[in-house]
């Protein structure tokens, strides 16, 4: 079985009396990551901006609610009048204030004022002899006319407002860069690594030798080219980086970042896709151009799908934006001008959905495979993840390699990292085997739910549903053997059995297929052999055995009547640049024949199972009752429990009258769970 992670952690500290000079390095990272303040001021000038305007709106509705306009006929009637308490004449505006509350008919309705404002219609240097001989108690003023705020807010409020926005817009375009970055929007981003960061080396690497052994050699050309010219060989101008999730990829790239000694340029794929047509394109050839400026030198392009999938295919057309993008990076890898000293390096987990121009010699001269470790490798990249742990002298990691198989760097990493975590969290002085097995448990079978509560029919259900697991794969030979059988509900399952294989497998004959299905409905035989029903538990287990067996007809050729021919290839991915049409490759007829053989592969297996437990019923009954005591047993307590000899007296074919491969080589988290293509190690294993 195959697991997924992300790619494995290398280490950051070297020594102890190094930590001024990391905490410098690490502030200077945070530094990095943490935003930038200054790109939250357009919210803080939207702010300013409303209260701005609210203050205007205030200023201006006061001043309109408390002073009327009137005509220079009615002023002058009020002065007439004796009405007059106060008047300030600033040349022919005029603003006074009446002795008594005067009435005036405004937008069809009598209004009550005191304060008014009014021109003067031309210079009349008799006015204020008028005023004083009618009002000579008038208070008359010729200063300034007092500012009125919200005519001038009004004013500069549309330039205000045309400002703010264009700041706005210009540094939501750069991404909240600082300053001078104004017209930074089709520049590439691509982060330059330098020397006084941490180093990954190739020494941090563990488990993947030829994929060092290739990139070390585009390295060692970058540093003595002269010793591969002479005899007329070429730089690689790309290395691609495949491989599934967690598998070390990215560390790779680290580390070739840390020995190669030149300029290295860090950009992600979906760094160069934006909303706008051609700033992608603009982005590549920047890029380059930084390249050019330091070659010799490496440029990296993380998630190189996310920028390289095929052009003009998939569920509605192409993408424009992402085309111009993949156009102008094929131009400048190869094209009319030649990049001489820049290397592209690349990594991307979905290589089936490149370009087939970006994949050809001349780009990427050079696919790199990395995929999970095998025995000696998982032993390496513990250590390497272990360096700064303190271990107990029992230790033994090539006991926990071989329990760990199918699982990538990042897994192993993680490993280490839980088995530390445990034992700081238990109090022990330093990481004993058991925080190891602990945290294996914890990764790969999932994390105890003890809040669960079964009720005490679950609880036995459950009990003989592994033990109908466990006691058909011990009785079969040729099969894994069981490392742990619990009833202890853990991640989705309320009972698991795990098995590990003997050696690492590469291939797998039809027997083991045969075995695997057997055992993987030993679960269900149990409950309708001991228990005298069937439940949805082992729905999981159905679902298992049954893409097993149709893959053994249609993908294996593993069927006696269909022979070694494939079919039904014809599910492609329409999303991921794929046709959208599906072309039914075999007849009715041959689906018919398909149908039954799968049928009849599930349902001979189900018989042989439960044969092999109606003649075995007194174990199962003992194993069941072992796990309703004591909830977990190990492969050396089954054994113990059975007595070894049992098992090599034991004679399937004689007890079940058939075949004797009907075991099993997996269940619902077993550790081996081979894979569904050309590497049978991604078929996941059912889960109760």
Not at 119 to 143: K, T, Y
Not at 250 to 273: H, K, M, Q, Y
């Amino acid at each position: 079985m195959r697991f997924h992670s992300e790619d494995q952690q290398p280490r950051w500290g070297q020594d102890k009396k190094d930590e001024d000079e990391k905490r410098d390095k690490r502030g200077d990272l945070a530094k990095r990551i943490v935003p930038n303040p200054r790109s939250r001021h357009p919210l803080m000038l939207w702010i300013i901006a409303s209260f701005i305007v609210f203050m205007g709106f205030n200023l201006y509705f006061q001043t309109r609610e408390t002073r009327v306009e009137i005509s220079y006929s009615r002023f002058i009637e009020e002065i007439e009048a004796g009405n007059l308490a106060a008047v300030n004449i600033s040349d022919r505006h005029v603003e006074g204030e009446l002795a008594t509350t005067s009435t005036v008919r405004l937008n069809g309705g009598p209004v009550d004022f005191i304060e008014f404002e009014t021109w003067l219609l031309s210079d009349d240097p008799d006015l204020f002899g008028v005023i004083r001989e009618h009002n000579p108690n008038a208070v008359v003023q010729g200063l300034p006319p007092s500012t009125n705020w919200g005519s001038v807010v009004f004013s500069i409020l549309p330039l205000a407002v045309i400002v703010v926005f264009w700041i706005f817009i210009m540094r939501t375009m750069r991404g909240g860069g600082g300053p001078g970055k104004a017209f930074s929007f089709g520049k590439s981003g691509a982060r330059l690594l330098t020397e006084d960061r941490p180093k990954v080396t190739f020494d941090d690497v563990a488990g993947l030798p030829e994929a060092k052994q290739e990139l070390q050699e585009i390295v060692e050309f970058l540093r003595e080219p002269k010793k591969f010219q002479r005899l007329g060989g070429k730089i690689p101008k790309g290395a691609l980086l495949i491989g599934p999730p967690g598998t070390g990829k990215t560390l790779l790239a680290r580390a070739v970042a840390g020995e190669a000694n030149v300029p290295f340029l860090s950009i992600s794929g979906s760094d160069f896709v934006e909303m706008f047509v051609g700033v992608g394109a603009s982005r590549v050839r920047d890029l380059f151009e930084q390249g050019k400026t330091n070659a010799p030198c490496i440029i990296f392009i993380d998630e190189m799908d996310a920028v390289g999938r095929m052009r003009g295919a998939g569920l509605g057309g192409g993408h424009d934006e992402r085309e111009q993008t993949l156009n102008q990076l094929l131009v400048e890898m190869d094209g009319f001008e030649s990049n001489e000293g820049v290397i592209l390096l690349a990594a991307t987990n979905r290589p089936d959905v490149l370009d087939p121009a970006l994949l050809r010699p001349g780009r990427f001269d050079r696919q790199i495979v990395v995929d999970r470790p095998e025995l000696l490798g998982r032993v390496g990249i513990l250590k390497v993840s272990a360096r700064n742990v303190k271990l107990d002298e029992k230790v033994d990691f090539h006991i926990i390699a071989r329990g760990t198989p199918g699982l990538s760097g990042a897994d192993l990493a993680n490993l280490v990292n839980e088995a530390a975590l445990r034992a700081a969290r238990v109090g022990h002085d330093a990481v004993e085997m058991s925080d190891f097995e602990e945290a294996k448990d914890k990764i790969m079978l999932g994390t105890e739910r003890k809040s669960v509560i079964l009720s005490a029919d679950e609880v036995k259900t459950t009990a003989y549903h592994e033990a109908g697991h466990a006691l058909v794969s011990w009785l079969t030979p040729g099969t894994d053997p069981i490392h742990k059988v619990t009833i202890i509900p853990r991640g989705h399952a309320l009972g698991i059995t795990h098995f590990l294989p003997v050696d690492e497998r590469h291939n797998y004959s039809r027997q083991y297929w045969l075995n695997t299905l057997t055992s993987a409905l030993g679960g269900r035989a149990a409950e309708k052999i001991a228990l005298t029903d069937i439940n949805t538990g082992a729905a999981q287990d159905i679902s298992y055995a049954t893409e097993i067996a149709r893959r053994m007809v249609c993908e294996w050729g593993m069927s006696e009547v269909l022979g070694p021919v494939t079919f039904g290839k014809e599910d492609n991915q329409i999303f991921l640049g794929r046709e959208i049409g599906r072309v039914k490759d075999h007849s009715e007829a041959t689906a018919v024949l398909i149908d039954k053989e799968i049928r009849g592969l599930v349902d001979a297996a189900s018989d042989r199972a439960e044969k092999l437990l109606a003649a075995n019923l007194d174990k199962l009954n003992l194993l069941a009752e072992a796990l309703l005591e004591r909830e977990t047993l190990t492969g050396d307590d089954v054994n113990t429990l059975f007595g070894v000899a049992v098992k090599s007296e034991a004679d399937p074919a004689e007890e079940a009258g058939e075949d004797a491969s009907s075991g099993d080589g997996q269940d619902e988290s077993a550790a081996s769970a081979p894979d569904a293509s050309a590497s049978p190690q991604d078929v996941e294993p059912p889960t109760e």
